[in-house]
């Protein structure tokens, strides 16, 4: 079946509950599948570090609806069980643009790419979390409500979260019995288990060594918190909907493995593995590497993947790796292809000036400083690409996400994107210039824009052509 783990608004624990339901089942020996709804990459970290299998983003905006679904398909068939994070509440979503109105049959509107959007494209369950912290009777009516709102979502039960004592769970159990709402499971206050946040969300497992013990702590819990008798039916991988797989196609012109550096670390680490897995698949021998800790990009690579992160949080780190900077700066300049998105482009700057308003040195390719503030960019964006780059063609046009704190100082001299936003209830807007490479460094795409290549071969395509006639004895520091 695979539920989705869904929740009456943001907050409730969605990411705790889940958490914990993958950490017993991985606690079992049983082989889980996890999916995320939305363009976080954060959550999905951490459901890698419980089941050891990489988190699959379900994201029709910046996907598509098909390519949900057959990313859904083609990764619980090798697995037991499978579970679904949601994002913010059931119904949150967008309201569609008229480009996605034409490929996103069965949504109502404003809940595009929602929790109850991806339920319905792929015909699952759903489990509602509650938080029971300042309600008691009242629990009935907000159960009831959400699932009478669409009776195409089929609400499974709800697990109760926060609930403060014996006589608070009687309350509840109460009220949800007079309108026979199963409970799958409760879960008490629990003080003492909270995962660390800073500006962007969830602080990253790299950062976090007392993981483990939160990890099992969590899978204690879920032992005797949840009903598993009715849950694992429901976790239970079993085909949802019939849907035909879409085609890998052949990366025509590419004779040998590309080899192609992946900047992965504490700070670069924001990477949806679906663009990795398509690398792969057409060509690409991807080589991890660190910003961080080595002297110089991994000898005889033909390409460069920039990654987002957190590079504020390790500037100074970052700053004093001089002979990664220069080598950096050699290949970019030599014209290795570089593709650099959010912390990438920050790391391509001429300085980064922290939260502290400290400046550290950084590549120094791009003509702009990133300074970190307290102002929020936050959204789907559709961009129009203006200029030819390693990744489109001028005119192409795709959607992004953007998500991050900081801003340059200059504005792009020649810009690469042109960018409309995308708002919860207008639609899409004009935004203005999306930030850019020099224009003396056209194999260079740099960008706030996060990306995914989910069912868009032609973007990693285009990207191994260019790294194909890119020659790394061009640089001598390769």
């Given amino acids: 079946m695979t539920p989705i783990i869904a929740g009456e608004r943001s907050g409730v624990g969605k990411t705790t509950i889940t958490l914990a339901i993958l950490a017993y089942l991985q606690r079992q020996g049983l082989k889980v599948q996890s999916f995320k709804v939305g363009p976080d990459y954060i959550d999905p970290m951490f459901h890698h570090y419980v089941t050891g299998r990489p988190c699959r983003n379900l994201d029709p905006v910046l996907t598509s609806p098909d390519y949900v679904q057959d990313c859904f398909n083609r990764h619980w068939q090798s697995v037991e069980f499978a579970l679904i994070e949601g994002v913010m509440g059931l119904f949150d979503g967008v309201q569609p643009a008229p480009l996605l109105m034409e490929e996103s049959p069965g949504f109502s509107l404003g809940d595009f790419a929602s929790s109850a959007h991806i339920a319905r ?70 003080d003492n288990i ?50 035909k797989s879409l085609d890998i196609p052949n990366c025509q012109g590419v004779k040998s493995k590309i080899p192609v550096a992946i900047a992965q670390d504490a700070a670069f680490n924001f990477y949806y593995p679906d663009n990795l897995d398509s690398l792969e698949s057409l060509g690409a021998e991807l080589v991890p590497w660190s910003p961080l800790k080595d002297a110089v990009l991994p000898e005889g690579v033909q ?36 593709y650099a998105e959010c912390g990438g482009l920050m790391y391509l700057c001429q300085h980064l000036v922290d939260f502290d308003s400290k400046s550290w040195a950084m590549v120094g390719i791009l003509p702009a400083n990133a300074v970190m503030g307290s102002r929020l960019s936050l959204g789907y964006r559709l961009a129009t690409t203006v200029q030819d780059t390693p990744l489109f063609q001028t005119g192409d046009r795709v959607w992004g996400h953007e998500f991050h704190r900081s801003h340059l100082t200059a504005e792009p001299s020649s810009p690469l994107y042109q960018l409309q936003a995308f708002h919860r209830h207008s639609g899409i807007t004009p935004e203005g210039w999306g930030s850019s490479p020099l224009s003396t460094t056209p194999t260079v795409h740099a960008s706030y824009i996060h990306l995914h290549w989910g069912g868009q071969w032609q973007i990693p395509q285009r990207f191994l052509h260019s790294c194909q006639s890119f020659d790394p004895r061009s640089s001598p520091f390769l």
């Avoid at 369950?125 to 089929?154: E, F, H, K, M, W």
């Avoid at 780190?317 to 220069?326: I, M, Q, S, V, Y």
Wanted: aromatic share 6%; hydrophobic share 45%.
């Fill in 194 to 243: 909270t995962i660390p946040d800073r500006h962007l969300g969830l602080i990253p497992t790299a950062e976090l060594p007392q993981l483990d013990a939160l990890i099992d702590r969590l899978a204690h819990l879920a032992e005797t918190c949840f009903d598993w008798e009715q849950l694992f039916p429901l976790l239970k991988s079993t085909p949802a909907t019939a849907v």
């Fill in 121 to 190: 494209l792929l015909q699952l369950p759903v489990i509602l979390v509650l938080d029971c912290s300042r309600l008691s009777s009242s629990i009935a009516a907000i159960a009831q409500g959400y699932r009478t709102l669409d009776p195409r979502v089929n609400i499974a039960g709800a697990i109760l979260n926060r609930v403060g004592s014996d006589r608070h769970l009687e309350l509840l159990q109460d009220a949800l019995e007079t309108i026979q709402f199963p409970i799958l499971g409760v879960w008490r206050r629990q």
């Fill in 303 to 338: 390409g460069l993947y920039l990654g987002g992160g957190f590079p504020e949080i390790f500037a100074e780190t970052l700053g004093a790796n001089t002979p990664a900077l220069r080598s950096v700066y050699q290949a970019v300049t030599s014209g290795m292809p570089t």
